[in-house]
């Protein structure tokens, strides 16, 4: 499938359920627009709702943009709160895990290059 332009609005955007009640994700740019070269999605993680599973990339890196809230951040055993307005990197190969443990919705774009085929998700735990 050739790559296509699109113009897409978060607040009509459909929303799938995360696994375990974690909250939601809205897949924005992905193998359906025709890309392996990046991966785009809004995750809303639920207040108080299932931890993220420890894994890593083995090809793609990782870049989290916060858009509302705190989120707890592991990368590699540290652990750190992120907030509003955070732009994290995490590097292919690292250790990584997401949870929201706080009493609010906790919102991030979420991106990884390369993508598609490319993409993996390797448990760590």
Sequence with gaps: M?????????ASHPVDSMDGGR??????INTALGTHNVD????????????????????ADNVYIVKRGVG?????????????DDVIFIPAGMRHSLSN??????????IYAPAGEHFDFVLDE
Excluded: C, Q, W, Y
């Excluded at 050739?2 to 978060?10: D, R």
């Excluded at 599973?53 to 083995?58: A, D, F, R, W, Y």
């Excluded at 443990?101 to 979420?110: A, Q, R």
């Design 2 to 10: 050739k790559p296509v332009f699109k113009v897409m609005s978060l």
């Design 23 to 28: 909250g939601e994700k809205l897949k924005l």
């Design 40 to 59: 785009v999605h809004l995750n809303r993680l639920a207040p108080g709702g299932a931890r993220g599973k420890l894994h890593h990339h083995t090809k």
């Design 72 to 84: 707890t951040l592991t990368v590699e055993g540290e652990t750190r709160s992120v907030h509003e």
């Design 101 to 110: 443990l706080g009493d609010e919705v906790f919102e991030i774009f979420e």
